[in-house]
């Protein structure tokens, strides 16, 4: 399985960026997706997530602002997470996940740099 990501970058607070991960590969059965983020010197965090049902969940801290879709083409899933009223607090580097039925089954994208600017 592979998963790359795209769309991170630097943006000015109150601004909006769209991250994207396409996951190739994926002989497994999708269970869930999300979006994590680590800032530096903190835990790694689920920012939003979605099953394989569309049902979805949101950190307290980005309810509101941040939306997680998915969309299907060709062989390859794609996950996007579009960011809104972004604030400096949201500076990260952000990885895309996605898990199967096993325990054993859980991929990472490569992670990619956001930077707001306040």
């Known amino acids: 399985v592979q998963l790359v990501e795209s769309g991170g970058g630097l943006v000015q607070a109150g601004g909006s960026l769209r991250l994207s991960c396409g996951a190739s590969g994926t002989s497994i059965i999708i269970r869930e997706m999300g979006w994590y983020r680590q800032a530096p010197g903190k835990q790694r965090e689920l920012v939003a997530g979605?099953?394989?049902?569309?049902?979805?969940?949101?950190a307290d801290s980005v309810k509101g602002r941040f939306t997680i879709t998915t969309d299907n083409a060709k062989n390859t899933v794609y996950l996007h997470l579009q960011m809104n009223n972004l604030s400096s607090e949201d500076t990260a580097v952000y990885y895309c996940n996605i898990k199967g039925w096993r325990v054993s089954q859980s991929y990472w994208g490569q992670g990619t740099q956001v930077t707001v600017s306040s």
């Open positions: 979605i099953t394989s049902s569309g049902i979805t969940n949101y």
